[in-house]
């Protein structure tokens, strides 16, 4: 059975949380065409140090993602990508032992600003 941290992880509460402070809609995988002019995007790209079934869990659970902030403006997408950045230094769970950037990139693609940062989430 999937630890509490582990559902999490998987269902994107942390990342919630975490961007509830950007003040932007967040949306997994791809937004709908009706959601605005800014927002932001979530990719899962790995979740690594899963339990196994009658085995308990020595190592930290690992999840990376990529965040990307959607706007139409190259200002505000810096301005919340920085936002984004302070409320992960700022976040604080029991659960969350740290929260890494990996990098960050950034694009121009049909007429919208991508400022992209590759995260990684590690839970006790």
Request: negative net charge.
């Amino acid at each position: 059975m999937e630890s509490k941290s582990e559902i999490k992880l998987l269902t994107g509460v942390y990342l919630n949380d975490i961007i509830k402070g950007v003040g932007l809609r967040m949306y997994p995988l791809v937004a709908p065409e009706q959601a605005g002019n800014e927002y932001i995007v979530y990719q899962r790209n790995s979740l690594q140090n899963i339990e196994s079934k009658g085995r308990e869990r020595i190592y930290p659970v690992r999840a990376s993602y990529t965040i990307t902030i959607v706007s139409d403006s190259y200002a505000n997408s810096l301005t919340n990508a920085a936002t984004l950045i302070n409320a992960m230094t700022d976040y604080s769970d029991s659960d969350v032992a740290d929260i890494r950037i990996l990098d960050c990139s950034e694009a121009f693609s049909e007429n919208y600003y991508l400022q992209s940062i590759n995260i990684e989430l590690i839970t006790i």
